[in-house]
């Protein structure tokens, strides 16, 4: 069965730190990569998004991932986090063999202290 | 253009209670998805829609039932409440590409926090 995973449960981070987020997936065949999140209170909005080509996307608010197909990985990158940061992160595949589905990773909550 | 829209938006209920969810999207899609959302699980998808009066199980789908009478609503029923439903439950609906695995991404309402006692 397809899975997501994601170890980072918490993260805490000061200011303009450098955030690194994991995400690892199960699945051979071809896939569709997203991060989503969820500030406080709110429903979930898309990052970004890796469909095909160049595996470093670049999403909103400054956020980037790097797909690298031969780790099954899709970690999630800032350089520098604001306190407006701070929100639960998800991550999610959307793999061939089940095009309508979306598998969610647990989830990253981040802490940005000011 | 409001996107998804889910009503109510909370809601208590005892064990053995029915109720309905609504989800309304005005965006045409053609996809629209029932999720649940529980602490350090993520969200599961209960059952989905690819089209008008059609209907599919997701991962989690014991205890609901859905209807896609038209295309840009998509219900979710509880026949009978039981404190394990106690969740918060997202309705996303997603765009047809035309191309299997090209269905999103996808657009989620504001959610509806349901507690049974």
């Known amino acids: 069965a397809q899975s997501v995973s994601q170890h980072n449960h918490h993260v805490i981070l000061s200011e303009a730190a450098s955030l690194e987020l994991g995400c690892n997936y199960s699945?051979?065949?071809?896939?569709?990569l997203f991060w989503y999140v969820q500030y406080p209170g709110q429903h979930l909005q898309l990052l970004l998004k890796y469909f095909s080509g160049d595996p470093l996307v670049k999403g909103i608010k400054g956020f980037e991932a790097e797909f690298i197909k031969s780790k099954f990985s899709f970690n999630l990158r800032k350089p520098s986090v604001q306190w407006s940061d701070t929100a639960e992160y998800f991550c999610?595949?959307?793999?061939?063999?089940?095009?309508?589905?979306?598998?969610f990773g647990s989830g990253t909550r981040l802490l940005v202290r000011p | 253009n409001a996107g998804v829209t889910q009503t109510p938006k909370f809601r208590v209920l005892k064990t053995g209670q029915s109720m309905t969810l609504l989800c309304a999207q005005d965006m045409n899609h053609e996809y629209m998805y029932w999720y649940r959302q529980d602490p350090g699980m993520g969200l599961r998808l209960i059952h989905y829609?690819?089209?008008?009066?059609?209907?599919a199980k997701g991962e989690v789908p014991d205890g609901y039932n859905v209807s896609r009478l038209k295309k840009q609503n998509f219900l979710l029923g509880l026949e009978s409440a039981a404190p394990s439903q106690t969740s918060v439950y997202f309705c996303?609906?997603?765009?047809?590409?035309?191309?299997?695995?090209?269905?999103?991404?996808?657009?989620f309402g504001d959610g509806t926090r349901l507690s049974i006692l």
């Open positions: 699945y051979g065949g071809t896939v569709n």
């Open positions: 829609s690819v089209g008008e009066g059609t209907t």
């Open positions: 996303a609906s997603s765009y047809y590409w035309g191309q299997v695995g090209s269905n999103q991404p996808q657009h």
């Open positions: 999610a595949v959307n793999a061939g063999d089940s095009s309508y589905k979306l598998i």
